[in-house]
C-alpha cells in the first residue's frame, strides 16, 4: 500500500539556521503531496501542497517541490525561528480506495534561540 | 468559518466509565476522519466517514470504540468501557471530496483523554 517515510527526529538547531526535513513516499500513480504542522497543544494545521510533478508548494518561507523521480517531497526553509519548533508531518493522498491521507511519523523541530 | 469543533477539549475519567468524543466538521464538507494520537504509536487513523457512512473502520483498535454520523455536523466517538490505556489526544477532521479539492483535511484541536 501506500507509504510515507519521514527523516527521524528529533532536529534541533540553532536560529537562522537552514532546515531541511526528507520525506519519501511509494505510492500507485501521481498523489497529491501535503506538509502538516502541529504545534504544542494543538491540531495538525496544513502548512503546504503540491498537487502534481514539479509543483512547489510554500508558506510561510517553507517549500517544498514534488519530485516524482525521487518520489519526494523535501521541507525546506531558509532561515529558520523559535516560532517554528513543532512536530512536522509529511502526507499523501491516495489516488485510490477511499482516498484518505497517508502521514509519515512527524518529526519534531526544536529551534534554540 | 469557525474550523473543526471538538468537545470536550479535555476528560479526566476512571476505568470502566463510557467516554463520548464529539465533532463538528467544516459545514459543506463531506468526509470526516477520527484519529488519535499517542507518544508511542503516533498519529493512527480509527475511522473514516463519507457522506455521513462509515467507509474504513480497520483502525479502530477493538470492539469498546464505537463511531457515528447521525447527520453531516456532528459525529461521535465512543469508549465503552474505557481503559487507561486509551488515554491520548483524540482529533477529529473534516475535507471536501469535491475534484480538485486535493483532499486537504482540516484538523480540530483535540480531545485530550485521561483514563485513571
Known amino acids: 500500500g501506500d507509504s510515507v517515510t519521514q527523516m527521524e527526529g528529533p532536529v534541533t538547531l540553532s536560529e537562522e539556521a537552514f532546515l531541511t526535513i526528507n520525506c519519501t513516499y511509494t505510492?500507485?500513480?501521481?498523489?497529491?503531496l501535503f506538509w502538516y504542522v502541529q504545534y504544542p497543544g494543538e491540531g495538525l494545521q496544513l502548512l503546504l501542497k503540491?498537487?502534481?510533478?514539479?509543483d512547489k508548494g510554500s508558506n510561510k518561507g517553507f517549500e517544498a517541490t514534488y519530485r516524482k523521480e525521487t518520489t519526494s517531497f523535501h521541507l525546506e526553509k531558509g532561515s529558520v525561528q523559535v516560532s517554528d519548533s513543532a512536530v512536522y508531518f509529511c502526507a499523501l493522498s491516495e489516488i485510490q480506495g477511499a482516498q484518505k491521507l497517508v502521514f509519515g511519523q512527524g518529526t519534531r523541530l526544536t529551534i534554540n534561540p | 468559518d469557525a474550523g473543526v469543533i471538538q468537545s470536550p477539549r479535555h476528560e479526566v475519567t476512571e476505568m470502566g466509565q463510557e467516554v463520548t468524543l464529539r465533532c463538528k466538521p467544516i459545514s459543506g464538507h463531506n468526509s470526516l476522519f477520527w484519529y488519535r494520537q499517542t507518544m508511542m504509536r503516533g498519529l493512527e487513523l480509527l475511522i473514516y466517514?463519507?457522506?455521513?457512512?462509515?467507509?474504513?473502520d480497520s483502525g479502530m483498535p477493538e470492539d469498546r470504540f464505537s463511531a457515528k454520523m447521525p447527520n453531516a455536523s456532528f459525529s461521535t466517538l465512543k469508549i465503552q468501557p474505557s481503559e487507561p490505556r486509551d488515554s491520548a489526544v483524540y482529533f477529529c477532521a473534516s475535507s471536501s471530496r469535491l475534484a480538485g479539492a486535493g483532499n486537504e483535511q482540516f484538523f480540530g484541536p483535540g480531545t485530550r483523554l485521561t483514563v485513571l
Open positions: 503540491a498537487t502534481k510533478a514539479d
Open positions: 505510492a500507485t500513480g501521481y498523489p497529491s
Open positions: 466517514f463519507n457522506n455521513n457512512v462509515p467507509i474504513d
